[in-house]
């Protein structure tokens, strides 16, 4: 197949036009449409990564050719070990996503549309090779977002909404600024093609492409103009990871968003930022990454982020807040890995997105399940869960324990790769990291204790426990933390190849 | 000597371990429905794992019967590439040696009695299925523990084994309490082994290789990275080395509950009885001891000293906790600390085979005592002591056994605990001699202990099961317990008799049975670190040691059994007023030294404290900078508003009004008359005269 990326992209446009012409009132049948629309993509997905050859060098299936003639601005899809499997779990998160979403009653139509769109955004961001397209993708993915926490979203959602558009819209403002920075330095080269990512990053990197057509000498204000562009970039990266201090619209977000979109948020969404921080910061400025005060501030970020998200975690008691700011935590570990530049710091960031991506997707599941069923989420509320919601407390459990790092749990693996590689570099912050794999160990487990073990809270006494369905979004998910826990190669098969490719960059 | 093909060899090990996880996995989805809740499918798994160890046992134990023999499926390209990142390469595999031969023996032998045990002790429970499926788990985690062949593994299997004590711990989920002890052990011991997962990395980083034969083999050739390739530059191999030993060492102190991160094994009683004496005794918490054995090689003489000193802290407080207490599993479960702390001793100072012979003894006759704790708790349906007395009629065969089982551990000579724990105290007695003053306290808490050890079994036995009844109702209701649950008790009291078995009534190290089969590993000496134990001098001072301190360890338990006889037996002796007179110290042990108050009240409560404040920071500071940005903006628009409409619009506006109001005056003058204009040119010319006239004056 010569377009498999494109059709993994953009069969869920189908499924877009498919529902909007469909009466309003045959709310299953959008439904069905919207699960077909999202499971085609997925088996192709999965062919995509049968079909990868991870000892191959560079970009596969690639797809190429000129869009915006005028402007140089090109149709440029191609993956690697990086992106494949987030693509893959896009693809999945989006299909249990439609079925987590079958209960949503209120605009039905719209909600469909909107997610079969934001599905678009999300894996045309991870093809895309080309600037202009992958902005154009991103921005596709804001605007679904920004209307499906807005309209189908708890009692704050408007506020959560216009904070988290406001939010990525700041980031969005800042990479601009670095894609035209790049792009006019660029064309000042005669490159005709000035949006491509890997050419970009070939000129830059082996120094070519320095600014200094557009600024005296390629430095300004005191700092090379690569340096400006390599922040503009981080900064607008930082935001959806999201790093802290910038960190506080996700809380918010989760907390007001439906679960299906906080399913998607926090599996895939973070994971963008994460990616664009890997894909644009370290392998197209692999000179200015690496600087020593760079890179050692990246760590202390991964750092801050990892301790402090754990211990704020620990204080909340909102259970969704509380896994939301748990995501704020483990997004560290991918800071903190990269920022090492060792095969295993930056190949365990790489497969903490993907780790991450399934362990709090189940975790928001399971939240889901206990709000539906208890319209809140007070974790002081309830207690004894177990006993009445056996199948589910089983579930939570496999869940939790991935999300503490469980070794036999896929998170582990990465989290030890990361603390593993960064200790070669930063024996200090790693050694420091620690403390957050204890403090997130002890609000998980207490979370787990206070809300299912214990007597059985009488109000709960007719819970019932999950059904079939609930179970369909979640089993998977519990299913894949254990397989690439017990064989992480399976993943990191994939990886590692890509890893070593950039790690050449340093070399 | 080949027994076996390397692959049918693989088979038998990989089956030890798996089929209990297998059995795991069908009762916990399957259970329910199987016949007798499917207590026969857990128990026959665990019999095939226990019928293969002993035949491995039997084979390479007995027939092969070589100190030095050891296997590991790498040598024969049997292992898994489990991660291949860059230079972290790690390959999976099994490692064998004896003693990881006779630890498969004795975790299958004796989980195989608990089994058996628990289909009595656990009959009727409303998740009687599920208890099954978590001790199979148990079983699974354990054995893996036991054959893994590089501490990566041995990491993650340790961490799994504490799963299983978090689920069996908290298994009264519906109560108030087990779930928060659960919490409070996998909790202390996540923090031993994320400093465990620290040592071993600094392991990485020293050698490039977390597999034991070839850490080993790098060690001993002095096969260090050089320092230029490393992190930490700035420190000397032996230093690194003895870090990254003591952080390893942090692990064990966890999870075999030495002090200070004892605190959860007590809590732990919380769980079943068999759990107890499966987890909490014989296994899991000798798992930091077997691990220490194991890492044996990598500890520099001061780790090695740190170890002895935490060993023997623990060996003295443990035991002055059981002194105390008035709960029969709390005095167990302090008697079980106090041992683990007596093993680390030995290995501390030196007594490798003294440390895990004693790993393996006690495992038998403290399973046997907690069953038997079991089998009276069950009678009783009471945990305190102070309910009970004069079980020896009704409970015959628990007593008999019960009581065997403390003559073993009290060091009785000829049964199994005397072997292993004479060789302890005397090889911490040699300690002393050599090296004098700081090195004597092993040796004077071992004996001060093992008089303490003596007396507080003594006092179990003699309130539990002599005398008169001190709660007749249940009395009246005591009986003995069926045989599914006496046999077990029985097969462990036997081994309580002969685990140690040797036909020298006072054998020297050398005549052990568990010395002609488990050699003391080659130490880091080699690598020209110095370990001192490898020299003549410490051989005579151990021959010297080997008398006093049997005479010191035989007084010991002498003085303990009359003690305890004249306290509790024969009442010639008032134990209340001891208790007076000792006031201000009996109140800080019967408080467990307040470790639990100086946690929870400090460490846990600055913990809580911190959390709050830094998610007030979050939400006051920095969300709430991100929302003045917010409100900044929006007063910001507001005024650019008001400035738009007044001042921009109002300049328009004035400009407007300004032309109006002109034009209106003008429009005055402006008449279109020519007359008019020729008036008002008049007038200006006039003027214009009058000030020039002016001017010139």
Known sequence: MDHLLSLIVFTPLVGVLAVMMMPRDAKDAMRTVAAVATFVPLVLATWLWWQYDPSGVGYQFIEQGSWIAALGVEYHVGVDGLSIPLIWLSTLLLFLGVFASWKIDKGVKGYMMLLLLLEVGINGVFCALDFFLFYVFWEIMLLPMYFLIGVWGGPRREYAAIKFFLYTLAGSVLMLLGIVAVYLAATDLGVTTPFNIPLLSELISSGQLDGSSLVNEGTLLGWPFLKWIFVFFFIGFAIKVPIVPFHTWLPDAHVEAPTPISVILAGILLKLGCYGILRINIQMFPQVASEPAIAYTGAMLGLIAIVYGAFVAMAQTDFKRLVAYSSVSHMGYVLLGASAFT??????AAMQMFTHGTSSALLFLVVGVVYDRAHHREIEGFGGLANVAPIYTGVTTVGMFAALGLPSMSGFVSEALVIIGSWQVYPVLASLAVIGIVITAAFILWTLQRVFLGPLNEKYKDFPDADRRELFTMIPLAFLCLLFGVAPALLLNTIVPTIESIRNLFA | MELFEPTTLLGMVLAIVLVPLGGALVQIFFGRKLPRRGDWLATACILTSASLAVTLFWRVIVQIDDPNWSWSSADHGLSWHWLNVGEFQLTAGVYLDNLAVIMLAMVTIIASCIFFFSQGYMHGDRYYSRFFAYLCYFCFAMLGLVVADNILFLFMFWELVGVGSYLLIGFFFYEEDPPKCALKAFMTNRVGDVLFMLGFVLAWQLFGTLNYTELFERLAAGAFVPIEDRAFSGL????????????????????????????????????????????????MVAAGVFMVGRMYPYFTPE?????????????????????????????????????????MLGLGVGGYIAGLFHLITHAFFKACLFLGSGSVIHAVHSQDMRDMGGLKKKMPFTYGTFLIATLALSGVPMLAGYYSKDQIIATALAWGLEYGTAAWIPFLFGAVGAFMTTFYMFRLVFMTFHGTPRNAEKFAHAHESPAVMTIPLMVLATFAIFAGVTLHPLPATEELWFNEIVQQPASAAASGLHLAHDTLAWHDALHTAHYPALIVSLIAIALGFFMARAFYLKKSADAEAWKKRFGPVHTLVANKYYFDEVYNDGLIAGLHKLNHGLARFDRGVIDGAVNSVGLLTRFVAFVAGLFDKYVIDGLVNFWRWFVQTASAVFRVVQTGNARDYLTWTLVGVLILAAYLANGTN
């Open chain 2, 236 to 283: 000397d191999n032996h230093t690194i080395l003895t870090l990254s030993g003591i952080l390893i060492f942090c692990g064990a102190i966890s999870k075999s509950a030495q002090v200070p991160l004892h605190v959860w094994l007590p809590d732990a009683m919380a769980g079943p009885t068999p759990v107890s004496a499966l987890i909490h005794a014989a296994t």
């Open chain 1, 343 to 348: 095969a295993a710091g930056l190949s365990g």
């Open chain 2, 303 to 343: 780790a090695l000293g740190f170890i002895a000193g935490i060993g023997a802290i623990t060996a003295l407080v443990g035991a002055t906790m059981g002194l105390v207490m008035y709960d029969i599993k709390k005095v167990l479960a302090y008697s079980t600390m106090s041992q683990l702390g007596y093993m």
